[in-house]
């Protein structure tokens, strides 16, 4: 059953709905779904659109700036609710819808330009989180920290803390390999590596190849198919082709995972 979220009601029945909900859960924020133009049934796309925005304003008047308003975009470039809205959630479905096999080197440069977009027209604080789907043969876990996923997953989360003011990341299970819920995960060791707050936004070294300095350390990723080298005051570090790196600062150089 579809909302009648056309019904010129519905923005200011959406508001107090969040109000009261926020209140009683103390909640910072809502997230979205189908945040997006493209609507089955053969709804038309510009009703679609006031819509969304007539819902996000409704929101945002009613919240005040600091609650937080996340949208489901998936792939989309869609800036007409930024001025609204402060987070995006990229779900980044394969196609085929199926497929379970590595993004194309397109798609991944697709993705990094995804989250420069929408960090250059969010509201702040500008939240980006990132789901990419792995490389599927099996489920387990076994499977999910594979060499191959683990490569991935470092370089989507290098992606994710690189490019945006603040990136989340979830290496997720492809919604399709299982009919028993969506966003199964494993939790890799080096997500709980600590290098302290960034001291530095994205310094691009070269097409697809760019890091973030923090207070103890640095990251770094290339998305590119040849290795790199990148030379720095405290040493040269040496960076494969499709890889994410968490580099922590040491008195003679760095010690990268």
């Given at each position: ?7 010129p ?8 709905l969040?109000?009261?909900?926020s209140?009683k859960?103390?909640?910072d924020?809502l997230m979205i779904d ?29 919240m005040?700036?600091e609650?937080?308003?996340?949208a489901?975009?998936n ?19 394969k196609t ?7 993004y194309?080197?397109s798609?991944?440069?697709e ?8 960090n ?10 990132l789901e ?10 076994d ?29 997720a299970?492809?919604?399709?390999d ?23 936004s ?12 923090f ?7 290339n ?6 080298k ?28």
């Amino acid at each position: 059953m579809w909302l009648d979220y056309f019904h010129p009601r519905f923005p200011n029945y959406f508001s107090n709905l969040t109000h009261q909900r926020s209140k009683k859960f103390g909640a910072d924020g809502l997230m979205i779904d189908w945040w997006h133009n493209n609507h089955p049934g053969g709804v038309d796309k510009n009703s679609v659109a006031q819509a969304r925005r007539s819902i996000a304003a409704a929101v945002r008047e009613k919240m005040g700036d600091e609650f937080i308003i996340l949208a489901n975009v998936n792939w989309r470039k869609d800036k007409s609710t930024h001025d609204l809205i402060n987070g995006v959630f990229l779900e980044l479905y394969k196609t085929p819808y199926h497929r379970q096999n590595a993004y194309t080197l397109s798609e991944i440069e697709e993705i990094e330009q995804l989250i420069e977009f929408h960090n250059a027209y969010l509201m702040e604080p500008k939240l980006i989180a990132l789901e990419p789907w792995r490389i599927t043969k099996e489920i387990s876990d076994d499977d999910r920290n594979s060499e191959e996923n683990r490569k991935y997953a470092k370089l989507f989360a290098a992606m994710a803390t690189v490019i945006p003011k603040n990136g989340y990341i979830l290496y997720a299970d492809g919604n399709p390999d299982t009919p028993k819920g969506d966003h199964a995960h494993f939790f890799y060791d080096f997500y709980n590596i600590d290098l302290g707050k960034p001291t530095s936004s994205m310094t691009k070294i070269d097409d697809g190849i760019a890091y973030k300095m923090f207070e103890h350390g640095l990251i770094i990723y290339n998305r590119t198919n040849r290795p790199a080298k990148v030379k720095f005051e405290k040493g040269e570090i040496e960076i494969g082709a499709l890889e994410g790196l968490i580099c922590e600062e040491l008195t003679l150089g760095w010690n990268c995972t």
